[in-house]
Nanobody
Framework: QVQLVESGGGLVQAGGSLRLSCAASGRTFSRSAMGWFRQAPGKEREFVAAINWSGSSTIYTDSVKGRCTISRDNAKNTVYLQMNSLKPEDTAVYYC??????????????????????WGQGTQVTVSS
């Protein structure tokens, strides 16, 4: 059974940093894209960042560019999201996602929520002002 387990969320003051981790089990995703999405109360789930299978291609939503970095360790079957200069509007539940397909790297594909087949349970990030 495939599982994605997020960790690293919490409460932080504006301007602070957090590093989210997502550990996958049940199958390897070393040849698949992985991404981070978030959902704030009363809002739809939205794309945050994604990384292709090799780590050679990354994309970000405009609101986090320059503040967040997505990375992966295929040996550990884990993807990370380093978030710096956090703002109150970053408050949301952050979800990790993984694609069942392999070798897809197109940026439009990576940024699309329906491209992902596996989802974690989410980790809460709260940024206080």
């Amino acid at each position: 059974q495939v599982q994605l387990v997020e960790s690293g969320g919490g409460l932080v003051q504006a301007g602070g940093s957090l590093r989210l981790s997502c550990a996958a089990s049940g199958r390897t995703f070393s040849r698949s894209a992985m991404g981070w999405f978030r959902q704030a109360p009363g809002k739809e789930r939205e794309f945050v960042a994604a990384i292709n299978w090799s780590g050679s291609s990354t994309i970000y939503t405009d609101s986090v560019k320059g503040r967040c970095t997505i990375s992966r360790d295929n040996a550990k079957n884990t993807v990370y999201l380093q978030m710096n200069s956090l703002k109150p509007e970053d408050t949301a539940v952050y979800y990790c996602a993984a694609d069942a397909e392999i070798y897809y790297s197109d940026s439009v594909y990576l940024g699309r929520i329906r491209s992902y087949d596996y989802w974690g349970q989410g980790t809460q990030v709260t940024v206080s002002s």
